[in-house]
């Protein structure tokens, strides 16, 4: 019964490759985002999407690629992985997207560009 | 657009003794300030919010307190324990930045036993 799901949990890779991570939210929540925590631990937000919609595209590199194929799903690609984009992702969603809305993280994907 | 700025950015405190981290936001739009507590290898999760319209929140040995004028607020842990060991985020939330909430850095928290 968890609220928000992230898979996989741990990623370890080359660089150059392409991976992907899924996110799932049963919650029933209209917007889920994703986040970078690099090791300093500074959280900054990556992306947001309401109903499946794009709603914000922070300045991240055009390698990274979201995709909600419903409003319970959202994916992040990356392509041409590089050292830089290790770090831990967290999915989140909140009920509409709107102001003073907690919102609920995923437990996080831990990824390790070698 | 929004930002915010978190002090400071490792704190430790006896065990029973209080934890203060402060916070302060640029965008006057603001109005939602979220805290969030993050344990070792674990998700960020709410711990207490404020809102715009009041000054002073409190719950349990937690609370939050807001200088509109001022535009800083910070979390106020009293009688603190070893579960209070973790990474605090504050967070700014305002009607200019659409649904984005802005983190501050984080304070890492150390209850020594």
């Known amino acids: 019964d968890t609220a928000v799901s992230q898979t996989p949990k741990y990623l370890v890779t080359q660089m150059g490759n392409d991976k992907s991570i899924k996110c799932e939210q049963n919650l029933g929540h209209d917007t889920m985002y994703w986040y970078k925590q690099d090791s300093k631990k500074f959280l900054k937000i990556m992306f947001s999407?309401?109903?499946?919609?794009?709603?914000i595209n922070e300045t991240v590199p055009n390698r990274f690629s979201p995709k909600s194929p419903d409003k319970a799903h959202l994916n992040l690609h990356i392509n041409s992985l590089e050292l830089g984009d290790s770090a831990v992702y967290f999915c989140?969603?909140?009920?509409?997207?709107?102001?003073?809305?907690?919102?609920?993280f995923g437990p996080g994907t831990r990824l390790l560009v070698l | 657009g929004e930002n915010v700025e978190q002090h400071p950015s490792t704190l430790s405190v006896q065990e029973g003794d209080s934890a203060v981290i402060k916070c302060t936001y640029s965008?006057?739009?603001?109005?939602?300030f979220p805290w969030y507590k993050q344990e070792l290898g674990k998700r960020p999760q709410l711990i207490i919010d404020?809102?715009?319209?009041?000054g002073e929140k409190k719950d349990q040995r937690i609370a939050v307190t807001l200088n509109k004028t001022a535009k800083h607020f910070s979390l106020h842990i009293t009688e603190t324990q070893p579960e209070d060991s973790a990474v605090y985020f504050c967070?700014?939330?305002?009607?200019?930045?659409?649904?984005?909430?802005?983190f501050g850095s984080g304070t890492r928290l150390s209850i020594r036993p």
């Open positions: 967070a700014a939330h305002s009607y200019s930045s659409a649904s984005k909430i802005i």
């Open positions: 999407y309401n109903n499946k919609e794009l709603i």
């Open positions: 965008d006057s739009a603001s109005n939602y």
């Open positions: 989140a969603s909140s009920p509409q997207g709107t102001i003073q809305e907690t919102q609920y």
């Open positions: 404020i809102r715009s319209n009041v």
